[in-house]
Structures are given as structure tokens and as C-alpha cells.
């Protein structure tokens, strides 16, 4: 099968990785993009594992039992996807936890401000 050169990924991890250090500020489509990213790393981190090892491995075996080319491929993707898409509603469930944390903070912090 076809594989990507790691230095490939290495490289573009290196670029994340130093850009993360400069202060850089996005506008538009790109702003929007990487706000979704930080907000999706958290959920994402969470469920990955439990999907990889569960719907990843049956589908994998699935498609390899009824002979599909490039099996690990095909069930990787359907698993990224369906990792993304388990990942949502705890993006809206933590964007509402923040919302409810704040509204309890600010008159505590105006408290101590006086």
C-alpha cells in the first residue's frame, strides 16, 4: 500500500508546533477554523480511544471479511469521521457549561474588585 513519509508529518507537526510559539493573529476563515480545532481537541481527546477500539476495529474487521482493498484506510477515515462528529455536542455542552460558570463567577469576582 501507499505510505506517507514520515518526514511529511513531521514536518507539518513542526510547523504547528512553532507557530503555536509566535504571537499570531488569524483573521476570517482561519480564525474560525483554529477556533474550532481548540474547541474540538478536548472532546476529541476524550472519544478517540473508546471509537478507535470499538467502531474502528469492527469495521475494520468487517471490510476485511468481505474482501475491500485497503481495509485499514477506509475503516481510519469512517473513524476520524465519526470521531469528529461524536466530538459535537460536547463542544455545545462545554460552550453552555461556560456560559452557566461565567454567569456564577462575574458577580463573585465584581465582589472582589470593590
Given at each position: 500500500g501507499y505510505t506517507i513519509p514520515f518526514q511529511?508529518?513531521?514536518?507539518?507537526?513542526?510547523?504547528?508546533?512553532?507557530?503555536s510559539c509566535y504571537d499570531v493573529q488569524l483573521k476570517g476563515w482561519y480564525q474560525k477554523s483554529a477556533q474550532f480545532l481548540g474547541q474540538l481537541?478536548?472532546?476529541?481527546?476524550?472519544?478517540?480511544?473508546?471509537?478507535?477500539?470499538s467502531f474502528g476495529s469492527w469495521l475494520f474487521l468487517t471490510?476485511?471479511?468481505?474482501?475491500?482493498?485497503?481495509?485499514?484506510?477506509?475503516?481510519?477515515?469512517?473513524t476520524l469521521v465519526v470521531s469528529i462528529l461524536a466530538s459535537l455536542p460536547f463542544i455545545k455542552a462545554n460552550t453552555l457549561w461556560l456560559k452557566v460558570l461565567n454567569n456564577v463567577m462575574q458577580p463573585l469576582r465584581k465582589k472582589m474588585q470593590s
Open positions: 511529511y508529518i513531521d514536518g507539518v507537526g513542526s510547523i504547528f508546533v512553532i507557530s481537541s478536548f472532546p476529541f481527546y476524550l472519544l478517540h480511544a473508546l471509537f478507535i477500539c471490510l476485511k471479511t468481505h474482501h475491500v482493498v485497503h481495509p485499514s484506510f477506509f475503516s481510519g477515515v469512517a
